[in-house]
């Protein structure tokens, strides 16, 4: 059965190599899905994809066309899948749900504290022989209000490493999280998290709804400073927003491993290039900005956990047995 899997690096190749081959033979396509690419998956009845691959109507009628059926998703997030589009043309499509949360939590505290105690900068800094303390100067984690959107897997792993820190955290989810009363974590309204936060963080799904969550009207209402966090997804920003909000010091920090329009930029070396994305450059000239190129997911454990369970789904498939990791259209 042939099987085609985009966006698959060097990395991804390796994981996957080790639970899909010892049945098939994927054709690994390091380039991602769009209209571009994908004939590369006609007659392929099972495709897999990553956060970035273009899975709009168009591009699924012509993997229908193709005789693709399943859609294997190598992540968590599905704002990339036109989900109703995929259940007319009867493309299944299936996720990872969760590979690492840790790897997602752990990463988010690192922006935290890399940014509160300036360590880019201390890093160039150091290594220039510069070791003065000027403009270095962080606070106390402990004691601080940090809100988090979304209380699923991810959020709730980061509320209970800050309540490790000593900080109060409060958490705003559209559902009760009875695990958050046990950790300590207080679930409460938007209008608190915006009002009474220093930190926010962002671990939602990215919907209608929350698409450009954090915008000139929210931002206006946070603490005059406020650290910004988003390991979600880019669009849950509105980045003209968060520039001039970072120009009039609202925002006194933001760090983001996601971006509206990564898909032109992350995952690839555009280091000899000029890059075309000016609201993007524009954020990368504040000092107190620090973006990763989506990399919160990447460990070890976590590449392991998607190749594994990117092979149970398409088993399960195969064998025409219940997708448990099924997304279908609300
Ligand atoms: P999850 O599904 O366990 O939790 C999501 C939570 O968000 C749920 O509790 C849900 O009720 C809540 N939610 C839904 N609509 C909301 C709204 N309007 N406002 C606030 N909360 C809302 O998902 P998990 O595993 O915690 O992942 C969260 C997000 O992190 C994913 O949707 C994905 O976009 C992102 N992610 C980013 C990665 C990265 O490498 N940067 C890797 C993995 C996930």
């Known amino acids: 059965m042939k099987i085609v899997a985009y966006s698959s690096k060097p990395y991804d190749k390796q994981a996957l190599c080790r639970t899909l081959e010892a049945d098939w033979q994927p054709l690994y396509i ?3 899905l769009d209209l571009n690419t994908v004939a590369y998956a ?10 970035n691959d273009r899975l709009d109507a168009e591009v699924l009628q ?5 005789g693709t059926q399943l859609i294997a998703l190598r992540c968590a997030g599905f704002n990339n899948v036109d989900l109703a589009a995929a259940q007319k043309l009867g493309i299944k499509v299936v996720r990872v749900p969760a590979y690492s949360p840790y790897a997602v939590a752990e990463h988010t505290i690192a922006l935290m504290l890399g940014l509160n105690r300036k360590l880019y900068r201390a890093y160039n800094r150091v290594r220039e022989g510069n070791f003065s303390l000027n403009g270095m100067l962080g606070f106390d984690m402990y004691g601080k209000t940090v809100g988090i959107i979304g209380a699923g897997r991810i959020g709730q792993l980061v509320g209970k490493m800050l309540k490790a820190f000593g900080c109060r955290v409060l958490i705003y989810d559209p559902y009760t999280c009875e695990a958050c009363n046990e950790l300590g ?16 963080s962002l671990h939602c799904p990215l919907t ?10 929210t931002i206006a209402k946070m603490k005059k400073g406020v650290m910004l966090i988003n390991t979600g997804r880019g669009a849950l920003m509105d980045a003209s927003a968060l ?15 996601v971006y509206e329009n990564e898909g ?20 990368l000239t504040f000092h107190n900005v620090l973006i990763t190129g989506h990399q919160a997911y990447f460990t070890q454990e ?4 998607i190749a594994e369970t990117t092979a149970q789904n398409i088993h399960a498939f195969i064998a025409g047995k219940t997708l448990e990791n099924e997304v279908k259209a609300e």
């Open 42 to 51: 006609q007659g392929a009845p099972v495709v897999s994809a990553f956060v």
């Open 302 to 305: 976590a590449l392991s956990h």
């Open 208 to 217: 209608p709804e929350t698409t450009h969550l954090i915008n000139a009207e």
């Open 30 to 32: 390091e380039v991602p």
């Open 264 to 283: 032109a930029l992350f995952f690839e070396d555009h280091s000899c290039e000029i890059i075309q994305d000016d609201q993007f450059e524009r954020l």
């Open 62 to 66: 012509i993997l229908a066309k193709g």
């Open 185 to 200: 974590i207080e679930q409460v309204e938007l209008e608190e998290i915006w009002q009474a936060c220093d930190i926010i």
């Open 243 to 257: 520039i001039e909000g970072l120009k009039n010091k609202q925002i006194g920090y933001l760090g983001m491993d």
